[in-house]
């Protein structure tokens, strides 16, 4: 098993920047696809990331490709999401997920371990 804990959020202005961590104990996670999901109120949760495992492939959702990054750190079991150019429809709760395969999807409901979440919010 992996326990997963984001960090990073907060409020920023529209064009601002943020990284949000997402630190996993247990298993280490580069034996698990990791993916960035959120949720904005009244909204579904949406795909933001996702890295296949062992800091493999890369992908994005379509609202976020080309200002957001994802990447990881074997050294210290942890992956980020850098978070350029906010808009303030990027405002939700960012959750990190992890699941037990070796390619990374954009389906929620295949990633079994998830973090807390952290709130992002971006004024305009």
């Known amino acids: 098993q992996v326990q997963l804990a984001e960090s990073g959020g907060g409020l920023v202005r529209a064009g601002g920047s943020l990284r949000l961590s997402c630190a996993a104990s247990g298993r280490t996670f580069s034996t698990y696809a990791m993916a960035w999901f959120r949720q904005a109120p009244g909204k579904e949760r949406e795909f933001v990331a996702g890295m296949s495992s062992g800091i493999g492939r890369t992908f994005y959702g379509e609202s976020v490709k080309g200002r957001f990054t994802i990447s990881g750190d074997n050294a210290k079991n942890t992956v980020y999401l850098q978070m350029n150019n906010l808009k303030p429809e990027d405002t939700a709760v960012y959750y990190c997920?992890?699941?037990?395969?070796?390619?990374?999807?954009?389906?929620?409901?295949?990633?079994?371990?998830w973090g807390q979440g952290t709130q992002v919010t971006v004024s305009s």
């Open positions: 997920a992890a699941a037990s395969v070796v390619y990374a999807t954009n389906v929620a409901r295949e990633y079994e371990y």
